[in-house]
């Protein structure tokens, strides 16, 4: 089930009842929000009601039992593909989704159908592309092979190939309301106090994908550290130097990369009462560190260091932070 994202789903549900979609569909909005789900979703029951017999069951729903539900669930169904950043030679993960994986489509497509008239592709992300595999993908669009639905998913979808927009239909897809956020935490982490869900919910931005990781990974120490860093300074760098020691640690390896997405938030969730000097101050502050968060898993920096680096950011907002208080 999709949560908070009824408009997505009533969008595409009538297009496939009808039978009359277009063959490219652009998920644009902030990540974790569900996207990649409804990707899912929408493959499991496009295949399911393609196979036959048509599911008695609304929107996106599938019984878990259908045995094309249960080849989707498994990554084998032979009529779909999702493609994504994979590891190399190496056993590390490539930066981009490379051209060569673009091109293995293109037999997929050449061959007919093996269980129903209807293909699925998935790719997640679309900002994940290398240029070249932009391009390849682009000229699929173009001439798209017959029963075939492209599912991409965006989280900066003004970053794509404009041709690449321009030839697919976007659904957008909203941050979550607490309420949804709630639902999920509630599902997914039933194990929460309500001052720990609200915590979490506060510092996950609509989210949901957020949330969970900063539930599962107990942020809470982590977030209290940093915000101590935002609002009360770092004059002996000793705070960030103990924060980039305990993120540093091989072990906390998923605690950073939570670390990376919740830095930036922490910011601007102080900021959003700030005005004039102290605004712009903030926001600079902003940028540094969502730039910072956003290269460093991709070229691969030290994690102690980068840590250090984004305390030495949020040490420089204390002046403008102080001024609303």
Not at 125 to 135: I, Q, V
Not at 147 to 170: D, E, K, M, W, Y
Not at 296 to 323: E, K, M, N, Y
Request: hydrophobic share 50%; charged share 25%.
């Amino acid at each position: 089930m999709i949560v908070g994202q009824e408009r997505a789903v009533a969008q595409f549900t009538a297009a496939w009842e009808s039978r009359k979609l277009h063959h490219a569909w652009l998920l644009a909005g902030p990540r974790g929000v569900g996207k990649a789900s409804f990707a899912h979703a929408a493959a499991r029951r496009i295949l399911a009601d393609a196979a036959g017999p048509p599911i008695d069951l609304p929107a996106l729903e599938t019984p878990d039992e259908h045995p094309i539900v249960k080849l989707v669930e498994a990554g084998s169904h032979p009529d779909m593909r999702w493609l994504e950043r994979i590891t190399n030679d190496k056993g590390n993960l490539n930066r981009n989704i490379k051209v060569d994986q673009i091109r293995e489509l293109a037999e997929f497509v050449s061959l007919s159908a093996a269980m129903s008239p209807w293909r699925v592709i998935v790719v997640d992300s679309a900002d994940d592309l290398e240029r070249s595999a932009a391009n390849a993908l682009l000229k699929m669009l173009e001439e798209p092979p017959a029963n075939t639905i492209f599912f991409l998913v965006s989280h900066a979808p003004g970053r794509l190939l404009p041709t690449i927009r321009s030839r697919c239909r976007q659904l957008h897809f909203e941050a979550l309301g607490d309420d949804a956020m709630t639902a999920i935490l509630d599902a997914h982490s039933p194990g929460l106090s309500d001052a720990e869900r609200k915590r979490i919910i506060a510092m996950s931005f609509g989210s949901a994908g957020r949330a969970l990781a900063f539930a599962e990974l107990g942020l809470a120490k982590i977030e209290e550290a940093a915000l101590a860093i935002l609002r009360d300074g770092d004059p002996t760098n000793a705070r960030r130097a103990a924060l980039a020691a305990e993120l540093g640690k091989k072990a906390s390896a998923d605690t950073y990369a939570a670390f990376l997405e919740l830095a930036p938030s922490l910011i601007a969730r102080e900021a959003r009462s700030l005005r004039g000097a102290p605004l712009e101050r903030a926001l600079d502050a902003y940028a540094k560190a969502r730039e910072l968060a956003a290269v460093a898993p991709r070229v691969s920096l030290d994690a102690a260091a980068t840590v250090f680096q984004i305390g030495g950011i949020l040490a420089s907002v204390p002046d403008s932070v102080s001024l609303k208080r």
